[in-house]
């Protein structure tokens, strides 16, 4: 296919069906467009719909569905654990093949760009394609969810959007970024206590001194406590490296590790064989390895 470019995106609704496939038939619908895995979770409230394409046309899906979920989600009446500022949340492309990181940012300016000054949203830049420095960590935009930021950017404190108004509408922000591949893993605990899972989650993070290269929070999540996580880098900082950590903390605080989930997709280098078991994942099978869908891309 040429030049490849990832999009991890993130959408605010987990629930209704038919919103969720009327934003993955945009996308889907998008020329030289191959969407990849599309899954939702009515806990999280939470869809991460993955599509990969030539970089212009990747920009273009993401554009359409951007619109669709900020015509379709209203934040005003969006509930859930996850964290969130906007119907179509967060943004992220990767570059994959025959493109680089500096071409990859240049495509994420280029859309927050577009979505700012066309849909009327505002538009955060995170990570490898931050402007502001204060907007480089995902964390720190949506820290206080959409209600904290609708109070804050209408008097103009931070964090400050990079395009569009100074105002949110129902359809509230979007975080578009460049990064590199990253893991999104779950940790499900044999305890329905959410403060174990937030002791946990502070525990193994590097924002709190914990593991470098892990974001974690501690959520409720059927019916059980969950550390929810994304694993920035991976050959840093391993699955079996995190996972290993949370059965001891588990083991501190009374509880045990019970299952764990992939989020999306993973490359093959983060998974061995032997590791399936070990991280006792309930949700592996070959389609969750990038290169296996990858190879069947015609």
Known sequence: ????????????????????????????????????????????????????????????AAYAGIQRAGE????????????????ADVIPFVPLREVGMAETVALARKLGKRVGETLNLPVFLYEQAALQEGNR????????????????????????????????????????????????????????????????????RQSSGGLPHVKALGLFVKGRAQVSMNLTNYKMTSMRCVVAAIRIEARRLGVKMAASEIIGLLPQDALSEVDVAYLQIENFDQSRVLEHQLANLT
């Not at 945009?26 to 030539?54: C, K, M, Q, W, Y």
């Open 137 to 204: 960590n995902l964390a720190d935009i949506r820290r206080g969810g959409y209600e904290r930021l609708k109070g804050r950017i209408a008097v103009g404190e931070p964090p400050i959007p990079d395009f569009g108004p100074g105002r949110l509408s129902s359809a509230g922000g979007c975080v578009i970024g460049a990064r590199n591949l990253l893991i999104a893993f779950n940790v499900f605990l044999d305890s329905p206590d959410v403060a174990i899972a937030r002791a946990i989650a502070r525990a193994i």
């Open 72 to 87: 379709l989600i209203d934040l005003e009446r969006h509930r859930g654990q996850h964290p969130r500022i906007g119907a």
């Open 1 to 60: 296919m040429g030049a490849l470019v990832e999009c991890v995106a993130n959408f605010s609704e987990g629930r209704q069906q038919t919103v969720i496939d009327s934003i993955v038939g945009t996308i889907d619908s998008a020329n030289g467009v191959i969407v990849l895995g599309a899954e939702s979770d009515p806990d999280h409230n939470r869809a991460v719909v993955t599509f990969v394409g030539p970089p212009d046309r990747v920009s273009d």
